[in-house]
């Protein structure tokens, strides 16, 4: 039982009242006011905290004044200071960061991935290590037209292009279409995975593994609905990404072709 009247004192307004401002600490246990979720804190930004409650599920609500409860009273939870680091800043990777990093110049040589998800997995983990080297990471929007976007390109010493394929396996259409690239200016690697989400470890999201989805079953959709959850493709994938905060999270066959592709685009030709 709750002591008292938890809606006394104004709580919505915080100027008016003396609701307490508090760090959402990782594992701290609060309940959303609204609509009564209550759970653990397992991530927090600026603007949002991820809860999730003693089933697994997980929900995300916005650090709004006076929105959650803690032991039956309201507070206000605020994104924890950062602890100064013990030595050197590594960056998502696991590369030491560069402090106090400027824009710089991009290089003419790129890095072209298939999708829009893609480019955000490899924006989080490898962002800093991109920008350290001045390298820009475009989409594709599929493989299909590869050969003549490369010879648009125009790739030659010191214009390098790496390409990081989705489903590179033997006998797939993509092995094929990549078999057609053969600039020694040009690197085409790939993951074994028919979508990036497969490259996130499952354990990262809670589940036993990533399902089999029938043949003739639009992937990300089969996936959503042997999961069990219960939105679209664009929500599941910020779940899925919200989820990865380093390279730990993510499998080697993706490790190993990204690192390979900054190495070939970013070496003297």
């Not at 997995?121 to 493989?143: F, Q």
């Not at 396996?169 to 993951?191: D, F, M, Q, Y």
């Not at 993510?250 to 685009?265: A, M, N, S």
């Amino acid at each position: 039982m709750y002591e008292g009247d938890v809606l006394a004192g104004n709580w919505r307004r915080p100027g008016k009242g003396k609701i307490p401002k508090v760090p959402a600490e990782l594992d701290l246990v609060v309940e959303d006011a609204d609509s009564g979720f209550c759970g653990a804190v397992v991530a927090c930004d600026k603007e949002a905290v991820t809860l999730e409650d003693r089933f697994g599920r997980r929900r995300l609500f916005p650090l709004a004044p006076a929105a959650f409860l803690l032991e039956g009273r309201p507070v206000t939870l605020v994104r924890p200071a950062a602890a100064a680091p013990a030595g050197p800043r590594r960056s998502a990777s696991g590369s030491i960061a560069v402090e106090g990093l400027r824009a710089r110049v991009a290089k003419e040589s790129r890095i072209y991935v298939e999708g829009v998800h893609d480019a955000a997995l490899v924006e989080k983990i490898w962002g800093h290590d991109l920008r350290v080297e001045g390298v820009v990471v475009e989409y594709l929007e599929g493989v299909d037209d590869l050969p003549a976007i490369v010879a648009e390109f125009a790739p030659e010493p010191g214009r390098r292009l790496g390409v990081l394929v989705d489903h590179l396996v033997p006998g797939s259409k993509e092995s094929r279409i990549a078999a057609r690239i053969t600039s020694p200016h040009v690197l085409v690697v790939g993951h074994p995975y028919i979508d990036i989400w497969q490259a996130v470890k499952p354990s990262v999201l809670r589940i036993p593994g990533w399902p089999d989805v029938p043949r003739g079953v639009p992937w990300k959709e089969g996936v959503l609905a042997a999961l069990g959850w219960r939105m679209e493709p664009a929500d599941a994938w910020r779940r899925i990404l919200g989820a990865v905060s380093s390279y730990a999270d993510l499998e080697p066959e993706l490790l190993g072709r990204v690192e390979e592709l900054i190495d070939f685009v970013t070496e003297a030709s």
